[in-house]
């Protein structure tokens, strides 16, 4: 997974994983139980220490005491603090790995204790999760024993005092009392909404403080969240008067429910930790704990990053503004070919599902709304390539509407008359013309078109080519059009601008090259042909102009006019 680095180290050799892997450098912040910080700047490598094999340990020394550890101690603690803003999951693998890594097991037991140590007193949200983690593989499992029983058994009380509360699992169900005397259940289900669990006691201070800045909170901001609030005291009047001039809640986005445990059967104090109040988590509607040990300032900065997340705007401005400086970055893009290229650089770079899912979708807003060949063989290729595969990704309903439904939408129209298939079997009215645009269309048609469709029937297209340019359009069914040579299929409406300025442009470049043909296809004359040819072809925006190879199969779609120079040679 990462690049790695020998460590020779008192003649024991310790494979430390690298610090130059691109994910620890990840510029996510990390939630402490007291604010909101950064990550340290990391170093980009480990010096190399060697020492003589001959300095052996000597038997039954303490590892943990001995200054021949410290050098690797201090590694150790660089290491740990250029990983904090890793997945719990890649932390845990990595501290695997050096645990494995150990050659003796005075260095193993040393290392084991100095992870779990460092884990276990750090302040950053999700370190608990670690520390049990070592905890469970290493300590109490008996491969790696500590040196006393007293240090056992106190890995083993904060192991099992947080193991039920842990970031990422599921929080354990409350049977409480309300404060109306009802029983209570608190995350026996899932629920619709964010809730935040709040342990107080009415005489302690810190709570008092906590309780005056959460109601503040929680008025002022229109989160729609649970505010659970259990009182783990066991004096009744104390806690009403308490919830009546600190925990009122005023808010319409906030539903409050206070509870408390009188004969102490709901188990809170293992359940959730709660040796010592106050104690905040943050939970999520489908009861994952997303955040423990919080305090104010840390549960703001929480919520609003689950909830941008949960109700991310795809297709911002800002989203939109990346990307227009990514492609200017990278020179531009011209093709499907390199907007296919682009988009697998831009998605690899996801290395999370959560920066995947806001990445594909931003990309398929921001090329939905780009006109020309190159994006809009792009937005099929992403759809086809990182959505449809991966639909359970937008499985909330505010992504299913915003990226699934919309996704969906995108490939009907996309998939119509696609580049490789066969010019569909569809009867319109259009003007079949070589060497010049015909009269009639370079006039923008004339004024009364249901003259046009009485003579329709009447006309043939077969006129000698004096009158060919005044020539009233012909049906045509395209599936059956055998010119044996290229052509093109050009959709328009006479009310375009856009499409005016592409059909003198076909009429400079017919005269260069009078021998490629042009079907020009008034969308205004279609009649009850209309139907069919929308069902057929992408004509959400006109002009559309199609290339079509000399055995009627569409070669390319959403060609702009005004970019081709030849019409011999269109890509």
């Not at 590892?63 to 603090?81: C, Q, T, V, W």
């Not at 007193?121 to 608990?128: K, L, Y």
């Not at 005056?212 to 659970?228: K, Q, S």
């Not at 050009?490 to 043909?517: K, N």
Request: charged residues 25%.
């Amino acid at each position: 997974m990462m690049n790695k680095l020998l460590l020779s180290l008192i003649g024991v050799t310790l494979v430390l994983p690298s610090l130059t892997c691109a994910k620890a450098f990840a510029k996510s912040p990390l939630l402490t139980y007291s604010s909101v910080y950064s990550s340290p700047h990391l170093a980009s490598d480990y010096p190399t220490y060697a020492e003589s094999p001959s300095q052996a340990i000597p038997q039954g020394y303490a590892a943990k005491d001995s200054a021949l550890f410290a050098p690797l101690g201090a590694k150790i603690d660089e290491y740990i603090r250029n990983i904090l803003t890793l997945p719990i999951a890649e932390q845990e693998e990595e501290c695997d790995f050096l645990v494995c890594s150990c050659k003796d097991s005075l260095t193993r037991q040393f290392v084991t204790k100095k992870l779990y140590d460092s884990y276990a007193e750090s302040h950053v949200m999700g370190a608990e999760n670690i520390a049990v983690h070592i905890a469970d593989a290493w300590i109490l499992s008996g491969k790696v024993p500590l040196g006393q029983e007293s240090e056992m058994l106190a890995v083993r009380f904060y192991a099992d005092l947080n193991r039920a509360s842990l970031i990422g699992h599921k929080a354990p169900s409350l049977a409480l009392q309300s404060s109306r005397g009802s029983d209570t259940l608190l995350y026996s289900r899932d629920s619709d909404r964010y809730s935040v669990l709040f342990f107080y006691d009415t005489h302690c201070p810190s709570c008092l403080a906590e309780a005056a800045m959460l109601r503040t909170f929680l008025d002022t901001e229109p989160y729609p969240i649970d505010f659970n609030a259990v009182y783990t005291g066991e004096d009744d009047e104390s806690w009403r008067t308490f919830v009546k001039r600190h925990l009122d809640i005023s808010s319409p986005s906030v539903r409050s429910s206070h509870c408390h445990d009188p004969f102490g059967q709901s188990d809170f104090t293992v359940k959730y930790a709660v040796i010592q109040t106050p104690k905040l988590f943050l939970i999520a509607p489908d009861r994952t704990i997303v955040g423990r040990e919080l305090d104010v300032p840390a549960l703001a900065a929480l919520l609003e990053s689950e909830f941008e997340n949960r109700f991310y705007r795809y297709g911002s401005d800002k989203s939109n503004s990346l990307m227009d400086r990514i492609i200017e970055a990278s020179g531009g893009v011209s093709t499907p070919e390199a907007v296919d290229s682009l988009t697998d650089m831009i998605v690899a770079a996801a290395t999370d599902s959560l920066t995947f899912r806001h990445v594909v979708g931003d990309l398929l807003y921001y090329y939905s709304s780009k006109e020309g060949r190159a994006y809009k063989e792009g937005d099929k290729y992403l759809i086809d390539r990182y959505i449809i595969p991966n639909k359970k990704i937008w499985s909330a309903s505010h992504d299913s509407l915003s990226v699934l439904a919309y996704a969906g939408l995108m490939s009907d129209i996309l998939s119509k008359a696609m580049p490789g298939t066969k010019l569909p079997a569809v009867e319109m009215y259009g003007r079949l013309s070589r060497g010049s645009v015909p009269g009639s269309v370079m006039q923008n048609m004339p004024a009364k078109t249901s003259e046009v469709k009485k003579d329709i029937h009447r006309e043939t297209c077969h006129k000698p080519k004096s009158d060919r340019r005044k020539a009233s359009p012909c049906r045509y069914n395209l599936s059956k059009i055998a010119l044996c040579k290229p052509y093109y299929v050009l959709f328009y409406s006479p009310d375009c601008a856009t499409c005016r300025s592409y059909i003198e442009r076909a009429d400079s470049l017919m005269e260069v090259s009078p021998h490629v043909p042009i079907l020009f296809v008034d969308m205004s004359l279609q009649g009850n042909c209309d139907t069919a040819i929308l069902d057929a072809f992408d004509l959400s925006s006109l002009p559309q102009l199609i290339y079509v190879d000399r055995k009627g199969m569409i070669d390319a779609r959403y060609l702009d006019l005004l970019e081709i120079d030849n019409l011999e040679r269109p890509l």
